[in-house]
């Protein structure tokens, strides 16, 4: 393990006034994606699409990295230049999804567990290989009066910190993503208990598999109302509770938070990272408040985009566009 390389790594994936690119969507929701502008999902129209948002003129000023699917980091662009290539030579740094997606947790009531450790030791030798710094992994906690239970936030605790500890051994940086979900009517305090309960699990795993909590990221969930809640917090409120949890659970030498969107409305979740962003000096916040967002980077320019040729260079505007009003949330700035 290059402990150096791990940590300048980290450090670079959160930069001031940049974050993440999350394209790694699987096949069945890429092709949902596509489905809604009605564009087949194919080899061409995937790597076209994902093409014209990493050859974006600019977007490094705000983008430090993006995550790729498997089918991304072994494709070439258009003119045969391999993608993780087109990334690197504008100092995007590349990464890989390595997950392979949930499945029902055994003996549990409604809970799933994240798959994929079988051979990711190999899988993440090639990876190296192929040109990846970093991998993210996701773990998925529903919240309902029954969930999550213990027996369910330990399984993918520990499946996060394996994962993690693997991929340090690989000299890849880990992003452990414990995604807690915004489905249902529970307000913000029950979200601030069940990431509180997670958090801790998640770190005491990481500890007992020797992370280097400074060579990885934490991928999570903002504390927020529930997507169906009667009165949902604003995004002060969401900045204060957040930052509250950190100080209780996640540790100092963790070099930065990347937030997911988590299906949260475009406006809202840059409201909401903004007011991170704005209250972390004077809460002596030690990280770095950064993102790593798919569907709220991708959906201005997934619909302007529409398939054609002839949009591209309407949906690299519109990707710049987000672009820069993330990296400037993620300065507090927006």
Request: glycine fraction near 8%; hydrophobic fraction near 40%; proline fraction near 4%.
């Amino acid at each position: 393990m290059d402990k150096q390389r791990l940590v300048q790594t980290a450090q670079a994936l959160v930069a001031e006034g940049k974050g993440i690119l999350a394209a790694d969507e699987s096949g069945g929701t890429i092709k949902r994606r596509f489905d809604s502008i009605n564009v087949e999902s194919t080899e061409d129209s995937r790597r076209n699409y994902r093409e014209m948002l990493f050859r974006t003129a600019g977007v490094n000023e705000f983008i430090s990295g993006v995550i790729l699917f498997d089918e991304t980091i072994r494709q070439d662009g258009a003119d045969g230049t391999p993608m993780v290539k087109v990334l690197t030579d504008q100092g995007i740094i590349p990464g890989i999804k390595v997950d392979k997606g949930t499945v029902p947790l055994p003996e549990a009531q409604d809970e799933l567990v994240t798959e994929g450790l079988d051979g990711l030791r190999d899988r993440l030798k090639e990876y190296n290989e192929l040109g990846a710094g970093f991998t993210k992994w996701r773990a998925v906690i529903k919240i309902s009066d029954d969930t999550p239970t213990p027996y369910g936030l330990a399984t993918n605790a520990h499946a996060l910190a394996r994962f993690a500890a693997l991929s340090q051994e690989a000299g890849l940086v880990p992003i452990v993503e414990p995604e807690i979900l915004r489905d249902g009517d529970h307000d913000i305090d029950r979200c601030f208990e069940v990431t509180e309960e997670t958090l801790w699990e998640v770190f005491d795993q990481l500890a007992q598999q020797k992370v280097l909590l400074e060579g990885m990221l934490l991928k999570p969930s903002m504390v927020i109302s529930g997507g169906s809640a009667a009165k949902r917090a604003g995004p002060k409120e969401v900045a204060e509770r957040t930052i509250e949890c950190f100080k209780r659970t996640l540790p100092a030498s963790v070099p930065g938070v990347v937030f997911l969107s988590g299906g949260e409305p475009d406006d809202s979740v840059t409201a909401n990272l903004n007011a991170l962003n704005q209250q972390a000096a004077d809460a002596k916040a030690p990280w770095e408040f950064s993102f790593s967002f798919g569907r709220s980077l991708q959906g201005a320019p997934l619909a302007a985009w529409a398939g054609k040729a002839e949009n591209i260079e309407a949906a690299a505007l519109a990707f710049y566009t987000r672009a820069k009003l993330t990296g400037a949330a993620r300065k507090g700035a927006a």
